[in-house]
């Protein structure tokens, strides 16, 4: 696509200009540290190793995928919409030798890149500081867990994304879009609890997928169903917010 290299880059500029972006880092590293502080305080409670040291990324991504990154990644995909377009400055970006798709397409990237980031830099970070506070039970089997883990983590942050996306586009107000998107989040995962015969079609309950990935018993028919509902999810989620955005009246 014509465009869409200069296009990404200049999204990735402006995302790390923002004062979130630091913020997210704080947290990040904050809920890292906190979380080591408790496995240390419960092992010597215990007299037990009750947590090793890679299994505090996975202790730390199950609490992250439920509040910092979705999150983060409201308020970063409200910012790159809602925020261009009421202070003028999408006029800007729509002037640019780009269509509109390759436009929405790099701000998507953009967005996707700085998830990755951030899940690489809390698995590093967690997994340093668990192997400096607990060297003796690291294992090769555990660190293998912990990539796998992060790395499937990705997919349903991305489609979560493309919702926040939607709304971003549907509704002109960032403060409406961003207690939208918690009620829709709320009411989803709430329903997924208490309706189990339709959680397994609600991208909110996959929020935790990865525990089927790192198990002992690899379930192959349910990874793949829950694969292939996800993949549905994004490509409509992606092209209602094309479609929105492409219409969008500047």
């Known amino acids: 696509m014509p465009g869409f290299k200069a296009s990404y880059i200049n999204e990735l500029f402006k995302i790390q200009k923002k004062k979130k972006l630091v913020m997210a880092i704080i947290l990040s590293i904050l809920a890292v540290l906190i979380g ?9 409670s215990f007299g037990l190793l009750i947590v090793n040291s890679t299994e505090l990324p996975l202790m730390i991504l199950s609490v992250m995928m439920y509040t910092v990154f979705p999150l983060f990644i409201t308020f970063i995909a409200i910012d790159m919409f809602n925020g261009e377009f009421n202070s003028n400055t999408m006029k800007l970006t729509l002037t640019k030798p780009a269509t ?9 990237a953009a967005i996707a890149t700085i998830i990755i ?21 690291t294992t090769l089997v555990g660190i293998v867990h912990a990539l796998i883990a992060y790395f499937v983590s990705l997919f349903p942050l991305l489609v979560f994304a493309l919702l926040v996306i939607v709304l971003a586009n549907m509704v002109r107000g960032g403060l409406t879009v961003f207690f939208l998107t918690i009620l829709i989040f709320g009411v989803l995962y709430i329903g997924g609890l208490f309706f189990s015969q339709v959680s397994s079609f609600l991208f909110t309950s996959m929020f935790d997928w990865y525990r089927l990935w790192i198990s002992g018993t690899f379930h ?15 490509m409509m989620l992606y092209t209602i917010g094309y479609t929105l955005f492409e219409r969008k009246v500047i």
């Open 100 to 108: 509109r798709y390759c436009i929405f397409t790099a701000k998507f």
């Open 36 to 44: 080591q502080i408790s496995v240390t305080v419960v092992n010597q």
């Open 220 to 234: 192959l028919f349910k990874l793949l169903r829950l694969s292939l509902i996800m993949i549905g999810c994004g």
């Open 117 to 137: 980031v951030n899940l690489l830099f809390i698995l590093i970070l967690s997994l340093v500081i668990g192997i400096i506070f607990n060297p003796s039970s």
